[in-house]
């Protein structure tokens, strides 16, 4: 199965599942994808279970943006240059300000608190690849 049927597999399966803090927020959503991607990576699915937990790991590493950048263990690359399944930081609502979702071509999925949502990609702040070319 290529990666372009396999992320089409993976959002159809989490279409009208509920947004939680707990189990279900954008990275969960974001890290599920990746360990799906890379099985072998070695990446922590682990994360905070509330708004408040979210909030201080995101203030212990700065920002979002530095949070994603350790938890997957490789640096950003400019959105512009992001493939499919790759990982992307979008401005968001809210009181983190950002959120992470995977590309999907020219528009980013992201999972908030209104379910699945797609974001221009131009609006993307930076992206982080996974998987290589498949």
């Not at 089409?8 to 279409?15: A, F, K, L, Q």
């Not at 938890?71 to 399944?85: C, H, K, N, Q, Y």
Request: proline share 5%; with cysteine.
């Amino acid at each position: 199965m290529n990666r372009a049927h396999a992320f089409e597999e993976y959002i159809d399966g989490r279409r009208g599942l509920p947004f939680d803090w707990g189990a279900r927020n954008c990275c969960h959503f974001m890290l599920e994808w990746v360990l799906l991607v890379e099985p072998a990576s070695g990446i922590s699915a682990k994360q905070p279970r509330s708004l408040a937990g979210s909030l201080r790991y995101v203030r212990k590493h700065g920002s979002l943006r530095a949070a994603v950048t350790e938890r997957l263990g490789r640096e950003p690359i400019d959105a512009r240059l992001a493939s499919v399944g790759d990982i992307v930081l979008c401005p968001a609502p809210g009181e983190i300000g950002e959120a992470v979702g995977i590309c999907n071509g020219r528009t980013a999925v992201l999972l908030s608190e209104a379910g699945l949502c797609f974001h221009d990609m131009s609006t993307a702040l930076c992206a982080w690849p996974v998987g290589g070319d498949s």
